[in-house]
C-alpha cells in the first residue's frame, strides 16, 4: 500500500493548467524529492494533497484511503511544514508549537511531550519563551518545522523547509528530517537546492507544467537522462586534429579548447576519462592538471526542465 | 478546542491593533468626554453658598437670626457656608477682596432693625447659577421675615395657639412650593446620551477583535491561515471557539469600558448593572458578528476590511447621536422621519438598549433592542457562514 497515490489530478487555475493528470506514488519510509522551477505545480499538487485547494479531475488516496477535507483521521497522520513561515507572532515558542500540536493531540499531558521532543528536535531549548519576532531567519524556520512535526505524524510534508537560511541551520535541518525518515516518518521534501534533495531523497520527481518529467533514484535520473561526467584537461598546445579525435568519441558529447582549456562534456560511459587521456598520448600531448566532475542532479534537473529562465 | 480558544484568546490579547482598538480607545474617549461633560454635570450641582454674615446682636431678634443662619449652614442638606463678620463694613470689604477669587462671596447678610437684608454682588459679573444662588438668598431672607412676622403677630393676636403643637408645625414646617419627583429609574444628566453613543461606538470597534480573528482562521488569506485549516482539528470547532474567544474579549474590553465609564465618569445605571452586562454581551455579540461578516469580503486584504470596518463604526455612531448637539439633532430628526434607521443602527440600538435600562420601569423596550441586537448578530453571522465553512478553496 502507498502512504500517498495520486492519479490523473487536474487543476485550472482559470485557464491555466497548474496540474496535468499529474500521479504521484510515493512508497512508506520513503524520502521523497518534488524538484521543479517556479510555477511547475509542487506546491498546488501538495496543497491539494492536502486537500486545502479544490481540483478539477483526479483521485487522491492517502494511507490507502480517499482523502477529503473532513478526513480528519487521515489529517491527524500527516505534518505540514509550509514553505512560508506561519506562525502566531504574538505566541511564544512553545506556545506556537502547543497550539498547532493541539490540532492533532488533545491530550495535554501527551501534547508536552511531544512538545517538548519537538523544541528539542528543532533545537530551540533556549528560546521557548522567545516570540517569533525576536528569532533570526533559521530559528524561525526551526519554529516553522517544529510547529509541523511536533504530533510525530506518519507523513511529512516539507515545502522548501530551509529557504533563506544559514548552512548550518540547513545542515541541522537535513539531519533532522534523515532522523524523521529513520523513524519511520515518510518524507514529501520540496526544495530548490539539488544538492539537499540529493543527499537525503531516496527517490526524485522532476516535475514542470504540472506534469511529471521524471521520476527514479538519483542514479537513474542520471542515467536516464544521459549525462555523464565533465573531464577538464590543461594542456598548453593541442592539435586541432586531437580535439576532433575526442570529439569523435561515443561518450562525448562535446568538446571545446580555449588555448589553455580542453572542456569535455560525457554521456553515460564507464571509462571516459582514460579514453580521452589514451587519445591525447597518441598526440604527444602532455596534459598537465585534469579535473572530472560526475554529473549533479543540477545537471538532470537543467538537462530536463531546460535551461530558460522561469518566472 | 479548548486549545483553540485559549490561543486565540491569547494572540489577540497580545494584539497592540486590536487592544487599542477595542480597549484602550474607548478608555481614551470616556477619559475625554469626563474632562468635557464633568464641569457641565457639576454646574447643575447647587453648592452650599458662601455667604458674609454680620454678627446679629443679642437682641431676641437677633439670636433668632442667628438660630436661623445656623440651621441653614448645619446638616446634608445645608445652604449656606457662612463666615461672620463684626460689621457690615468689614462684610463688604470681604466681598470686595473675593470677588476675583476661584470661590467668591455671592454677598453678605445683616439684621437692620431686627429685619434681614441681603447685600449681592452686581449681577453684570456673575453667571447664570451666581444668579440662581442670589434668588435662592433672597427667597431664604423673604420666607425668613414672612414667618418672624407671622409668629409675632401669633404672640400679640392669641399666644395660647404657640401651645398648639398643629400651628406650632405648621408655623415651622419648611413651605414647599414644588414637589422634586424621579420619573425615571435614574437621575439623568446631559451626558448620558453622549455617554451610552459612546458605548455603541466602543462595541462595534470590538468588531476588529472578530474581523482579525476569523481573517486568520481562512485558509486563503495567509499561510497561517492555510496551515490551520489542514490542521486535524474539525473545522466547525475551531470556528467556534475562535468566535467564543472573539466574543470574550469583546466583552471584556467593553465592560471594563462600562465599568471605566460608571466608576471614573459617574455616569448613573440606576443600579442596574447586571442588565447593562447583558447588553454588554449582546453588543459584543454583534460586534464579532459585523468582524466576521467584513472578514467574508473576499479579494480585499485585511486593511482594507479594517478601512470599512472604521467608517462603518463612525457612520453608525453619527447617528447614535455620539458627535455633539447639532449631529445629536440631525440623528433624532432622521430617528423621527425614518425609523427604520435606527434599527438597522446596531450603534443606536445599543446606546438604546442602555436608554431603555435607565428610563424605563418595565423590560419591554430592552427586550424589544436586545432582540433586534440578537437578530443583527444572527443575520451577520449567517452572511459570514458560507466563508467561515469553506475549508477548500480554488486558490490559495
Known sequence: ?311 | MWNTFKYTLLWLVRSPGIMVWSLLFPLVLTSVFIAMFGPLDDMAQLEPMRVVVVEPDDSVEGQAFKAFIDATSEGDDLLLDPTFVATADEAADLVRKNADTDDPYIGYVTLEQGKPHAYVVGEISMGGLENLKCSILALMLDEYTARAYLAEELVSADPAALADPTVMKALFEPMEATVQMQVTEGQPKESTRFYFALLGMAALFGGGVGLAACQRLKGNTSALGARRTIGATSHARAVAATLAASWLLSFACLAVAFAYMEIAGGVSFAGHEGACLVVVAAASLVATALGCALSAIPHLPEEGKNGILTGVVCFASLFAGLYGQPTMELADTISATFPAADIINPATQISQAFYSIMYYDTAGPLAEHLGILCVMAILLFLVSASSLRRQRYASV
Open chain 1, 1 to 311: 500500500m502507498n502512504i500517498v497515490d495520486v492519479k490523473n489530478l487536474v487543476k485550472r487555475y482559470g485557464t491555466t493548467l497548474a496540474l496535468d493528470h499529474f500521479n504521484m506514488e510515493i512508497a512508506p519510509g520513503e524520502v521523497f524529492g518534488l524538484l521543479g522551477p517556479n510555477g511547475s505545480g509542487k506546491t498546488t499538487a501538495i496543497n491539494c494533497i492536502l486537500q486545502l485547494l479544490t481540483y478539477d479531475k483526479g483521485s487522491i488516496e492517502l494511507f490507502g484511503e480517499k482523502m477529503s477535507p473532513t478526513r480528519y483521521d487521515l489529517k491527524r497522520c500527516i505534518g505540514v511544514v509550509p514553505q512560508n513561515v506561519a506562525v502566531f507572532e504574538e505566541l511564544t515558542v512553545r506556545e506556537n508549537i502547543d497550539y498547532f500540536c493541539g490540532l492533532y493531540i488533545s491530550d495535554a499531558a501527551e501534547r508536552r511531550a511531544c512538545v517538548n521532543d519537538a523544541i528539542e528536535f528543532v533545537g530551540l531549548q533556549d528560546y521557548v519563551k522567545h516570540r517569533p519576532k525576536k528569532l533570526s531567519g533559521g530559528l524561525l524556520r526551526r519554529l516553522n518545522i517544529a510547529c509541523g512535526i511536533a504530533h510525530k505524524p506518519e507523513l511529512a510534508f516539507f515545502d522548501e523547509p530551509t529557504v533563506a537560511v544559514d548552512p548550518q541551520s540547513r545542515a541541522s535541518i537535513l539531519q533532522g528530517i534523515t532522523a524523521m525518515s529513520e523513524r519511520g516518518t515518510t518524507v514529501v521534501y520540496t526544495s530548490h537546492y539539488m544538492e539537499e534533495v540529493e543527499e537525503i531523497c531516496s527517490r526524485i520527481m522532476i516535475m514542470d507544467k504540472g506534469r511529471t518529467l521524471a521520476i527514479g533514484t538519483n542514479a537513474q535520473l542520471k542515467i536516464m537522462t544521459g549525462i555523464g561526467e565533465r573531464i577538464e584537461v590543461d594542456v598548453l598546445e593541442l592539435p586541432e586534429a586531437a580535439r576532433a579525435k575526442v570529439q569523435g568519441l561515443d561518450c562525448v558529447q562535446s568538446a571545446d579548447y580555449d588555448g589553455h582549456v580542453l572542456r569535455i562534456t560525457c554521456g553515460n560511459g564507464q571509462h571516459n576519462v582514460s579514453d580521452v587521456l589514451g587519445i591525447l598520448r597518441t598526440f604527444d600531448v602532455t596534459p598537465g592538471r585534469i579535473w572530472a566532475e560526475p554529473p549533479t542532479l543540477n545537471d538532470v534537473f537543467l538537462e530536463i526542465t531546460g535551461r530558460d529562465l522561469r518566472d
